[in-house]
């Protein structure tokens, strides 16, 4: 008690709540910010929350824990990587997608199953699998029983213990899985199969953001399977713009034509106080823009004006304090290998 943060954080953590604290009561708005610290020997990640209290010159500050929100925010960083990198067939992003899973999820296989009616129900047909002692191979069909009968409804199943499930002649049942992870695919607005990984022995429970991040998985290599299905893959100057924004020091983001979010860097993440996995494939204007209908309309209407294939337009981005400014926006046509416009790539111009 009646400390200064700069006597227990370190300096920049000090800083950061100095001048959140002061924000905060000038302008009468809670304000966030973020820091590490080592606690003892060990680096943790914390968020923090400064609220004032009404009528009085003083703030409540708010401290939480997000160590494992971060790993996890480092990991749908690595995935996004590897499922953007260039030239790979789309067998080599399947088995790059399993192996960041095995790893991910500690299990013993992954695989990739389609959904097919068949004579007696829906079954699944396994696609594709990576090395395994369960004796499953690609082409082999089972029934979808209740271990995997939500999938095909959109629904993300995790199963830690198999034991109490009441299937018969499933997929798990019949090469003995003790625990199963599992999401739709979606290819075309539909789910079409499912992106799944199974250990032997069964668990106590997933890991926290397990869910989610298998989630992002399965819709990520859906979209690549989209894309490899309809021939819309990024020209070379389009991964090159990509590659190119990591590294820019404005927020930037790429989207597709439906406004969903493909890309975003590092800066517009900090900016924002967003996560990468609260991004990826969402609506970009309504997670970050105000009014986004209406800037929707104002983005249309600015490139139906432009004379090629760039434009500006002005829209207000959320910033991490949860207010939101005037942004200019300095927008590129981004094409495919046949010279069609696929999406866009938005960089904040900072004028």
Not at 55 to 68: F, I, P, Q
Not at 232 to 243: F, I, T, V
Request: charge should be negative; proline fraction near 3%.
């Amino acid at each position: 008690m009646d400390k200064k943060p700069a006597e227990y954080w370190p300096e920049e953590a000090a800083g950061r709540a100095l001048f959140a604290i002061k924000e905060s009561l000038s302008i009468n708005v809670s304000s966030n910010f973020e820091f590490s610290w080592t606690v003892p020997d060990k680096l943790r990640h914390f968020e923090a929350s400064v609220t004032p209290i009404s009528g009085r010159d003083e703030a409540v500050l708010w401290v939480k824990d997000v160590s494992n929100s971060h790993a996890y925010d480092e990991q749908i960083h690595e995935l996004y990587h590897l499922t953007s990198e260039p030239g790979l067939s789309i067998t080599d992003q399947v088995n790059k997608v399993l192996a960041f899973g095995l790893k991910a999820f500690r299990a013993d296989m992954g695989l990739v199953l389609r959904f097919e009616q068949g004579k007696l129900g829906l079954e699944s047909h396994v696609v594709y699998v990576t090395k395994n002692d369960f004796h499953l191979e690609r082409h082999m069909e089972f029934p979808v029983e209740e271990c995997l009968v939500d999938v095909p409804d959109g629904n993300v199943v995790m199963f830690p213990d198999l034991g109490n499930a009441s299937c018969e002649h499933c997929l798990h049942k019949e090469k003995n899985f003790g625990s199963l992870a599992a999401a739709p695919l979606y290819v075309g607005g539909k789910v079409q199969g499912a992106l799944c990984f199974a250990s032997r022995a069964s668990r106590r429970s997933f890991d926290d953001g397990a869910e989610e991040l298998l989630g992002i998985m399965a819709r990520l290599l859906g979209l690549r399977i989209e894309l490899r299905q309809t021939g819309k893959q990024l020209g070379e100057a389009s991964r090159s713009l990509a590659r190119t924004l990591e590294y820019v020091e404005m927020p930037a983001a790429i989207i597709d034509l439906d406004y969903q979010t493909t890309f975003v860097n590092n800066a517009l993440l900090q900016t924002t106080g967003k996560r990468i996995g609260n991004m990826l494939g969402h609506d970009f204007f309504a997670t970050v823009i105000r009014n986004d209908d209406l800037s929707k309309r104002m983005f249309k209407s600015a490139e139906n004006s432009a004379a090629g294939n760039a434009f500006q337009v002005r829209m207000d981005l959320l910033h991490e304090n949860g207010l939101y400014q005037d942004t200019a926006w300095d927008v590129y046509a981004c094409k495919n290998s046949d010279g069609e416009i696929d999406g866009y790539a938005l960089i904040a111009s900072g004028n």
